[in-house]
C-alpha cells in the first residue's frame, strides 16, 4: 500500500482491517474501545489499536481508571487479531509439530491470498491482464509475507 497518506479515510479502512502499517516505528493508534461487561469492581474492554504493545495496553487501562478518579489494575492482556490472522490460526504449543506447523503455515497462505484478493491493491492489479494478476499477487504475498514475517503466522 504505497503512496497511501496515512492521514485520509482510505488508510483508516485499511488499517481497520489490519492491511496497512507504515513502515518506520509508529507510536499506538486506538480505533475503537468497547466494553464488554461491567461487574463493579472488574470490567472487560475490547480495543482495536495499531502498533500496540501490552505494557500500552495495560498503560490505557490505568489511565481510564485516574480519569474515572479511581484505580484500575490490568490483569490480563490477551490478543484475538493481528492482520488478518486470529486465534482461530492459533496452533497450541502442544500441536508445535513440523506436520501442524507446515499446515498451518500453508493455511494462512490462503487467508493471506484471500485477502490480498480483496485489498484496493489487488483492485489495481486486476486492470491488467492475467499474467500481471498473478504476478502482482505473488509479489503482494511475497512482500506481505517478509512484513509479517517476525509472527510466524500460525503460531502462538
Known amino acids: 500500500y ?4 496515512l492521514k485520509t ?13 507504515p513502515m518506520e516505528k509508529s507510536p499506538p493508534l486506538i480505533t475503537a474501545i468497547r466494553c ?6 472488574e470490567f472487560h474492554l ?8 501490552q505494557q ?3 498503560k490505557i487501562v490505568h489511565e481510564i481508571g485516574l480519569e474515572l478518579k479511581s484505580t484500575a489494575v490490568c490483569t490480563q492482556v490477551r490478543r ?6 486470529t486465534v482461530d490460526d492459533a496452533l497450541l504449543q502442544t500441536q508445535w509439530t513440523l506436520q501442524n506447523i507446515r499446515d498451518a503455515i500453508l493455511q494462512c ?20 491482464s492475467e499474467q500481471e494478476r498473478e504476478d ?20 502462538q
Open 2 to 5: 504505497a503512496n497511501i497518506d
Open 9 to 21: 479515510q482510505e488508510a483508516y479502512e485499511l488499517a481497520v482491517r489490519g492491511l496497512i502499517r
Open 36 to 41: 464488554l461487561q461491567f461487574a463493579p469492581p
Open 46 to 53: 475490547e480495543i482495536h489499536c495499531l502498533h500496540e504493545t
Open 56 to 58: 500500552y495496553l495495560r
Open 80 to 85: 484475538v487479531r493481528d492482520g488478518a490472522f
Open 109 to 128: 497462505r490462503l487467508k493471506v491470498r484471500t485477502e490480498l484478493r480483496k485489498s484496493l491493491a489487488y483492485q489495481e492489479i486486476c486492470a491488467g
Open 136 to 155: 502482482g499477487l505473488s509479489q503482494a504475498m511475497g512482500d506481505q509475507w517478509h512484513n509479517e514475517g517476525a509472527m510466524m503466522p500460525g503460531l
